[in-house]
């Protein structure tokens, strides 16, 4: 795969409104809930990996520089999102987007989905440098998941997005007939934590744990 570039964009720059706290922050066996999303990428070898930072940005820098190796950190880029407590997503995507050279694929992925398996990264990412479509999904059930890839083609699409014009999702329904799902079977690809009932879900599901 020399000839296909990645760079991943994790979004960890949220409000997290509808969680007690910052749920990046909130530790699940023992590590910050975002270090777990990282760690995954990082065990998927992906090329290059920018943390896109906002609320708390340095509670959640800090965190993650003391969960990760000196090597496994030194393989992160840090941008941050000034615009995070208004802009949304869209925002956090576009300045992810500045570290993004243009024959890199582009993988975008929340930083409140924690358990996708690095297996299942590497099967999106695989399937992604096969196909002719410029968009990849990991889906699980038939129902899109994270993380999602573009083609180095799409970069003015991501870069014209805003929150006013539904974000990301206005990409994807624009393209929804030229999106490539890849079956996952992993349920860890469609959790993503808003509340503390959704981690307790989650956990329960994917760990067995109540």
Do not use: W
Not at 83 to 96: A, D, L, Q
Not at 164 to 186: A, H, M, Q, W
Request: net charge neutral; proline share 5%.
């Amino acid at each position: 795969m020399s000839e296909c570039k990645f760079a991943s964009i994790i979004l960890a720059a949220g409000m997290s409104t509808r969680f007690q706290g910052n749920k990046l922050l909130y530790k699940v066996k023992g590590r910050p809930l975002v270090v777990h999303t990282i760690e995954k990428f990082v065990a998927a070898d992906m090329e290059k990996i920018i943390v896109v930072l906002g609320r708390d940005a340095k509670d959640v820098y800090n965190a993650i520089a003391d969960n990760l190796s000196e090597e496994d950190l030194s393989k992160l880029l840090f941008a941050f999102n000034p615009n995070y407590r208004t802009g949304g997503m869209s925002s956090s995507i576009k300045v992810g987007m500045r570290a993004i050279l243009p024959n890199e694929n582009v993988i975008i992925h929340p930083g409140d989905v924690p358990f996708t398996k690095v297996e299942s990264i590497k099967k999106v990412v695989q399937s992604h440098c096969l196909s002719p479509l410029p968009i990849t999904v990991a889906c699980y059930n038939g129902r899109h998941a994270h993380p999602i890839i573009f083609k180095p083609d799409m970069r003015n699409e991501l870069l014209g997005i805003s929150e006013e014009g539904r974000g990301l999702k206005s990409v994807v329904e624009k393209y929804r007939n030229n999106i490539l799902c890849v079956e996952t079977g992993d349920p860890g690809t469609l959790r993503d934590i808003d509340t503390v009932e959704d981690l307790e879900s989650a956990l329960h599901e994917i760990f067995g744990r109540e």
